[in-house]
């Protein structure tokens, strides 16, 4: 299978310049793990109908070749193209695909930072809550708290408690005050400002408690989580002695921002930027371009910044891919919400101190049971200095995660920034499939 142009990923970013560049004339194929279009933000339930937001854009993908269920593991070069290599749905059929351009919109995961009983049942990522609401309209419980820090706290307390829980706090690490250091990006957005208006009048009607500068230090029970300890921060998030109390609950949805998702970009040789928050992201030009020619790449995996701007990205893409220049309202509108973005990632970046709420036998990687003693003994005893040195001495990051879930944790505790993920594959692959992929021969 040929294509001009090879989409990874079917959110907001993928579709936009699916829509876009197949308006323009090139032949698209658009790859993507889940089995209907729309990306985490717009995951629906199989069966139901498309959400609205997505829906223009579905519309205007006639004549793109859409392949669900695709897990694209490696991008490889193929003389003057590029080669795609994919496993498909649960049977893991392999499938290739050839491009002469490929657009990386792979998105995001929830960053994690680990806390004593973040291993029970019942806790679960904020966005994972989220998407259970909406894949099944399943709550993970009946009185449910959200904390963690991030934009997406404020969505996830009132989408939970619309749908019926009692959300008794929203528990945010970092400081609302702290956005007023980035006045001017929240002026020149007012519809983001009333979206927050939006969800703060939400949580006041569902009686809900905004404890800002305040972090979920514990989870407590035996089967299943049954009460948190909630603490405030100082200024670095360490929690302030005397300051902890506990609120019951039967499940906690916690989540400390996104991660762009990069393993295919990185696995290229792509080049990375530093973003506000200290996360690592694509570094790409005015027109999308990566380091590496032949490769685009919009949406989360440039930086974390919603919706909106995920779709300016793609269409912005798709226009340099054919070979057209993007209007000047265009890129102007993806200043701006870069800009707003990059105000929201400084505001909400994890303080050092958080560290501290961790004992020795809090578990830091759940694949590998390894502890938060594990970790400090291997830097405080025998000399490990940066993450991988750490991973070697303890197995922190080998597990089925690869390091997806503990790996901000581990660099923390190593005295490093969170790196890149840099692995040959991005996804689990058969053997087989390494011995004979297609298109091998």
Not at 178 to 188: E, S, T
Not at 347 to 365: I, N, S, Y
Request: hydrophobic share 45%.
């Amino acid at each position: 299978m040929t294509a001009d142009l090879a989409i990874v990923g079917a959110g907001p970013a993928g579709l936009a310049a699916a829509a876009t560049a197949a308006g323009l004339g090139l032949d698209v194929t658009l790859l993507d793990a889940a089995d209907r279009p729309g990306g985490q933000i717009h995951r629906h339930p199989a069966g139901g109908p498309v959400p609205r937001a997505v829906c223009p854009l579905v519309r205007k993908l006639t004549g793109v070749r859409h392949l669900p269920t695709h897990h694209v593991w490696t991008v490889v070069p193929d003389g003057a193209a590029w080669l795609l290599h994919a496993v498909v749905g649960p049977d893991e059929v392999p499938a290739a695909v050839r491009a002469r351009a490929v657009l990386l919109a792979t998105g995001a995961y929830e960053r994690q930072l680990p806390f004593p009983g973040w291993t029970l049942p019942g806790v679960v990522g904020a966005g994972g809550a989220q998407a259970m609401l909406k894949a099944g309209g399943v709550l993970p419980g009946r009185r449910i708290v959200v904390a963690g820090s991030g934009p997406l706290l404020l969505a996830v307390a009132t989408t939970l408690a619309a749908a019926g829980a009692r959300v008794p706090a929203l528990v945010e690490a970092a400081d609302y005050t702290a956005y007023a250091r980035h006045a001017p990006a929240l002026v020149r957005n007012p519809a983001k400002l009333a979206q927050g208006a939006l969800h703060g009048g939400a949580l006041l009607r569902h009686s809900t408690r905004l404890l800002t500068r305040h972090a979920v230090t514990a989870a407590h029970g035996t089967t299943r989580v049954e009460a948190v300890t909630v603490a405030r921060l100082d200024a670095d998030w360490r929690p302030v002695p005397g300051t902890g109390r506990r609120i019951p609950c039967d499940a906690l949805a916690v989540g400390h921002g996104l991660v762009p998702q990069l393993e295919l970009a990185t696995g290229l040789g792509c080049a990375t930027r530093r973003t506000p928050d200290g996360t690592p992201a694509l570094d790409v030009d005015a027109q999308q371009r990566t380091s590496v020619p032949g490769i685009w790449a919009a949406g989360e995996t440039c930086g974390v910044g919603g919706a909106e701007l995920a779709r300016v990205e793609g269409e912005i893409a798709a226009l340099s891919i054919a070979g057209r220049r993007p209007p000047g309202a265009l890129t102007r509108r993806r200043a701006r919400l870069r800009t707003f973005a990059d105000g929201m990632a400084a505001a909400h970046r994890p303080g050092p101190g958080w560290t501290d709420w961790l004992d020795g036998a809090t578990e830091v990687c759940r694949c590998e049971e390894v502890t938060a003693d594990r970790v400090r003994r291997a830097v405080t005893d025998l000399g490990a200095r940066d993450t991988r040195t750490v991973k070697l001495l303890t197995r922190a990051g080998m597990g089925w995660c690869q390091g997806r879930m503990c790996g901000p944790a581990v660099a923390r505790l190593a005295g490093q920034d969170p790196a890149p993920d840099r692995r040959p594959l991005s996804c689990p692959v058969p053997l087989s499939q390494l011995a004979q992929p297609p298109g091998a021969e």
